[in-house]
């Protein structure tokens, strides 16, 4: 059931008397039973039990599984914030580190989604073109601040790998690799960006 599609204008499935279902509605849902419980527990099945309306209603605001993950990514990854009123880029970066870690262990179900599919959506590269232009605007080579970018997610999502993030020194061994981290973005920055760092940079050409 999770792979149909739904063409028709035929409204099938819907919801009880009296409650309106809308293509907002349904991410938000799928949101929070995503965020709750993983999304290796995640179906569409359990989705409409969730919102009282058998599945073939779900096709009526989206066309098809993907079709819905890709609106939650988008809306959660949308949400997520860089910080402001850190002038120093190396401690902005920490800054940014840290909320971000904050943001995404508040919803860790959602994480793995986000990574899989943020490329896909409008919200992941703006985000990431807002941390890159932060740190050009410092005076950081983009490829460097590109790649200081993927140093920085590595980090974070590493970090809340459950076994890691459970672990009584998990907030501590954080902060320690974050600022190791940071010690080599400090000296890349200092440098001309390798030939990695421009290849990487290249393969993504709309932010160069």
């Not at 914030?81 to 940014?96: E, F, M, Q």
């Not at 590595?154 to 672990?167: C, I």
């Amino acid at each position: 059931m999770d792979d149909v599609h739904l063409t028709t204008g035929v409204r099938r499935g819907a919801p009880p008397r009296g409650q309106r279902l809308t293509r907002a509605a349904v991410i938000e849902r799928a949101t929070a039973l995503i965020a709750t419980d993983g999304l290796a527990h995640f179906s569409l099945r359990r989705l409409a039990q969730s919102l009282g309306v058998r599945p073939n209603a779900l096709y009526n605001h989206v066309r098809s599984r993907d079709d819905l993950l890709d609106g939650v990514t988008e809306q959660f990854v949308g949400g997520l914030r860089l910080p402001t009123g850190v002038p120093d880029w190396p401690d902005w970066i920490r800054t940014a580190a840290i909320d971000l870690r904050r943001q995404l262990g508040q919803r860790t179900g959602l994480t793995a989604l986000a990574l899989d599919r943020a490329g896909g959506t409008t919200a992941g590269p703006q985000l990431l073109g807002e941390f890159i232009e932060r740190l050009v605007a410092a005076g950081v080579d983009r490829a460097v601040a590109h790649l200081a970018w993927h140093v920085m997610l590595t980090v974070v999502v590493g970090s809340l790998e459950p076994e890691r993030s459970a672990a009584p020194a998990g907030e501590a061994t954080f902060e320690a690799v974050l600022d190791l981290a940071l010690t080599g973005i400090v000296r890349a920055a200092a440098e001309p960006p390798s030939a990695q760092a421009r290849a990487l940079l290249a393969a993504h050409a709309p932010l160069r």
